[in-house]
């Protein structure tokens, strides 16, 4: 069972920055994408990042020039560095992750940008 556990959610005041982490319980190499997604309440998750295991990386317009995605494969771990939060980016944060077959959520982190 692969699990993938988020952590670094917490109350942060607007322009502040937090980073969040994705730690799998198996190689990333073998991840093709690792995502970033988000969600409130009466809303459809949406996409926030994603990078390839190529490096390329995918960008929200939201959240482009403010939110950097990166994945140290040495530590099977996914980051999201989010710099200048607005309120509007509070939310739940979801890992993903996906191979040519299987897809893999994390059970999500709480993100609160007070204004």
């Known amino acids: 069972q692969v699990q993938l556990v988020e952590s670094g959610g917490g109350l942060v005041q607007t322009g502040g920055s937090l980073r969040l982490s994705c730690a799998a319980s198996?190689?990333?190499?073998?991840?093709?994408?690792m995502a970033w997604y988000r969600q409130t309440p009466g809303k459809q998750r949406e996409l926030v990042a994603s990078?390839?295991?190529?490096?390329?990386?995918n960008y929200a317009d939201s959240v482009k020039g403010r939110f950097t995605i990166s994945r140290d494969n040495a530590k099977n771990t996914a980051y999201l560095q989010m710099n200048s939060l607005k309120p509007e980016d509070t939310a739940v944060y979801y890992c993903k992750g996906s191979s040519y077959v299987y897809t893999w959520w994390g059970q999500g982190t709480q993100v609160t940008v007070s204004s």
């Open positions: 990078i390839t295991s190529g490096g390329s990386t």
């Open positions: 198996i190689s990333i190499v073998s991840i093709n994408t």
